[in-house]
């Protein structure tokens, strides 16, 4: 079993940063795929970010792009996402996980409980 604890979320101003961190245990993630969804109200979780095992392949979603940057440490088993320049469309749930597997896409099987983030205009 893997756990994942996600933080760094909260408020900030339409053009700020956040550092969101996902914290994973039970398990060393060197052989997992990671990466985070988000689920704005009213809309279906969707893929952000993620970044297979090995690091060869990150994936960014389109409306990211630029502004995002995935990053993990599998020494400390550890996932983040920098973001900046939020924009208020960037409000939802965040939410990190993680597949036992090579791609990026796919069923992911591990979910933590999801972190807030909220931008105001």
């Known amino acids: 079993q893997v756990q994942l604890v996600e933080s760094g979320g909260g408020l900030v101003q339409s053009g700020g940063s956040l550092r969101l961190s996902c914290a994973a245990s039970g398990r060393t993630l060197s052989r997992y795929t990671m990466g985070w969804f988000r689920q704005e109200p009213r809309k279906e979780r969707e893929l952000v970010a993620a970044r297979n095992w090995d690091g060869l392949s990150t994936y960014y979603a389109d409306f990211v792009k630029g502004r995002f940057t995935l990053s993990r440490d599998n020494a400390k088993n550890t996932l983040y996402l920098q973001m900046n320049s939020l924009k208020p469309e960037d409000t939802g749930v965040y939410y990190c996980?993680?597949?036992?597997?090579?791609?990026?896409?796919?069923?992911?099987?591990?979910w933590g409980q999801g972190t807030q983030v909220t931008v105001s205009s």
């Open positions: 996980a993680a597949r036992l597997g090579y791609s990026v896409s796919g069923v992911y099987d591990y």
